[in-house]
């Protein structure tokens, strides 16, 4: 375990040295990081050019770290101000669950959870240590061999026997019994079991004894991805690469762009969404195609948090009931919205802005969509447009649309998962959850963004009964028609929580304030 720590701390020696502007991380996390690596604060102080002198010496710490106070933790905490259902027996134990399953105790309970599972005697020795059940895993000098993929194809995809016996490994002292027990969750997108199991010990140095045909210098990041066509869906990576991030957070290059991605897969990656990516690396994303039959040793490798992990982040997150707003959501927002250079507009009027997502696709259109637009056009403390976000509208575009956005309306749908982009001052209207309640609920609560949906059915009118697959009946594969009325009343709900926020009227003042000197 000490040369384990070693080893770390000869990579931390080396970091340190590294210029604060290769940090990719908003200003607002500035000090957290400074928190964190005391060395870069100093060199901040150092240097007559630093911007950041005044957030040195803020007492802050994101609320993960041993010695992290709550006063001092992330500034966006939960809330629970509703019941708990009986989940839990206390108010306190409530907002504990809650910090624990979906905000930044959550990386906390990783970075507990980390255990060695090959362990090096020498500096130059290879190393892995994972989370429970291998959700999360970093090495050290490790060795990959992937002369298995000869002759398998351009298909590979969700396959959990990419490696065989072996085919991982490095040399260290190797924990093999407490590497099976924590094999459990054997699924291609739930853990790195299906991988690590294979994990064996070398009789030689896998990158100074030359078993290398390839040696990767930068920090990689290996990716089992969800479907990528799914805005939603895809979102489960971006999000727990994020907090994987923070999982691997021991040297500040952590937060740096210069890294290597690698999809665990022959596929050539593409996806509406692939500029997500640029929030995390500058280099060409890579998939296994690119060393197939060769053997390849990683310096420095992550195995980030996937995407559909049992009791996970996203996708599978079981949410206490009566809570809301994840800091760690939060921070994610922001981290995106900073890395793709994403950011609110001034505004010349206190309009609330509101952003109908349209659907053209054959399920859960709004018949009435145009009468309903014409609708909210008339009140003039609206300013209202209609949006399609396709492959023709560019994704960071979208995004920049969304953050501007006070009240974001859609039907049930991937597209949705915008909301995760708004203003923290916005509300969210899915028009109709289509018997799937929960999904945008939960993922706005996470956000902690106000949400509504329609409630009266007798004021909505489904066009048949829906074609699920199989022939099967289900609300989501049809399409539907709103009583205006009451469409514009569940509007102005969302419209006056917006107008009501200090933030939103802060917003708004500073805009108008910067217009006028902007005049003179």
């Given at each position: 375990m000490l040369i384990l720590a070693l080893c770390f701390l000869t990579y931390l020696s080396d970091t340190f040295s590294m210029n604060l502007n290769e940090i990719n991380i908003p200003p607002e996390h500035i000090p957290y990081i400074f928190s964190s690596f005391r060395n870069l604060a100093e060199s901040c102080v150092a240097n007559a050019a630093c911007p950041f002198k005044g957030l040195?010496?803020?007492?802050?710490?994101?609320?993960?770290?041993?010695?992290?106070?709550?006063?001092?933790?992330?500034?966006?905490?939960?809330?629970?101000?509703?019941?708990?259902?009986?989940?839990?027996?206390?108010?306190?134990?409530?907002?504990?669950?809650?910090?624990?399953?979906?905000?930044?105790?959550?990386?906390?309970?990783?970075?507990?959870?980390?255990?060695?599972?090959?362990?090096?005697?020498?500096?130059?020795?290879?190393?892995?240590?994972?989370?429970?059940?291998?959700?999360?895993?970093?090495?050290?000098?490790?060795?990959?061999?992937?002369?298995?993929?000869?002759?398998?194809?351009?298909n590979l995809r969700y396959k959990m026997d990419i490696l065989g016996p072996g085919q991982i490994g490095?040399?260290?002292?190797?924990?093999?019994?407490?590497?099976?027990?924590?094999?459990?969750?054997?699924?291609?997108?739930?853990?790195?079991?299906?991988?690590?199991?294979?994990?064996?010990?070398?009789?030689?140095?896998?990158?100074?004894?030359?078993?290398?045909?390839?040696?990767?210098?930068?920090?990689?990041?290996?990716?089992?991805?969800?479907?990528?066509?799914?805005?939603?869906?895809?979102?489960?990576?971006?999000?727990?690469?994020?907090?994987?991030?923070?999982?691997?957070?021991?040297?500040?290059?952590?937060?740096?762009?210069?890294?290597?991605?690698?999809?665990?897969?022959?596929?050539?990656?593409?996806?509406?969404?692939?500029?997500?990516?640029?929030?995390?690396t500058h280099n060409t994303i890579l998939d296994l195609k690119k060393f197939r039959g060769k053997v390849v040793c990683f310096k420095n490798v992550v195995f980030p948090l996937l995407p559909r992990m049992i009791f996970g982040l996203y996708y599978n997150t079981p949410l206490i009931y009566g809570c809301e707003r994840s800091g760690l959501f939060h921070a994610f927002s922001k981290h995106m919205l900073h890395s793709l250079n994403v950011k609110l507009q001034l505004r010349s009027n206190d309009k609330v802005r509101i952003t109908l997502l349209s659907r053209e696709t054959a399920y859960r259109t709004i018949l009435n969509e145009q009468a309903i637009v014409e609708a909210m056009l008339k009140n003039k403390g609206y300013h209202v447009q209609r949006v399609v976000y396709d492959r023709t509208v560019p994704f960071i575009d979208q995004l920049k649309i969304t953050h501007n956005t006070d009240v974001f309306i859609g039907m049930h749908g991937a597209g949705l998962t915008h909301l995760l982009f708004l203003p923290d001052w916005a509300?969210?209207?899915?028009?109709?959850?289509?018997?799937?309640?929960?999904?945008?609920?939960?993922?706005?609560?996470?956000?902690?963004?106000?949400?509504?949906?329609?409630?009266?059915?007798?004021?909505?009118?489904?066009?048949?009964?829906?074609?699920?697959?199989?022939?099967?009946?289900?609300?989501?594969f049809t399409n539907y028609s709103f009583e205006v009325e009451e469409f514009l009343r569940l509007v102005e709900i969302c419209a006056a929580h917006v107008r009501n926020r200090q933030d939103f009227k802060n917003f708004i003042a500073a805009s108008t304030m910067k217009k006028s000197h902007e005049e003179l």
């Open positions: 040195v010496d803020k007492k802050v710490c994101w609320g993960y770290e041993g010695n992290c106070n709550k006063s001092n933790s992330y500034h966006v905490r939960p809330r629970c101000p509703g019941d708990h259902r009986g989940w839990v027996k206390t108010k306190e134990a409530q907002y504990d669950t809650f910090y624990t399953q979906a905000d930044f105790g959550y990386i906390k309970e990783q970075t507990q959870e980390l255990m060695v599972m090959c362990e090096a005697s020498y500096p130059s020795d290879s190393s892995l240590e994972c989370s429970k059940y291998l959700r999360f895993c970093r090495g050290r000098n490790l060795m990959l061999n992937f002369t298995g993929l000869i002759g398998r194809g351009d490095g040399h260290c002292h190797l924990f093999s019994d407490r590497l099976k027990k924590e094999s459990e969750h054997m699924s291609a997108l739930q853990s790195w079991a299906p991988e690590m199991i294979n994990f064996d010990k070398t009789l030689e140095r896998p990158i100074t004894d030359g078993m290398c045909d390839v040696t990767i210098n930068k920090p990689t990041y290996i990716m089992k991805l969800d479907a990528t066509v799914n805005m939603y869906h895809h979102f489960c990576d971006f999000f727990n690469l994020y907090a994987s991030l923070h999982v691997n957070s021991t040297h500040p290059s952590t937060f740096s762009r210069d890294n290597h991605i690698l999809i665990w897969e022959t596929f050539t990656y593409e996806s509406a969404f692939k500029d997500a990516f640029k929030a995390f509300a969210v209207f899915e028009v109709y959850h289509c018997e799937d309640p929960n999904c945008y609920s939960d993922l706005a609560r996470l956000r902690g963004l106000k949400y509504v949906t329609w409630e009266d059915k007798s004021k909505l009118k489904q066009q048949d009964q829906g074609h699920g697959p199989g022939g099967v009946s289900h609300s989501k």
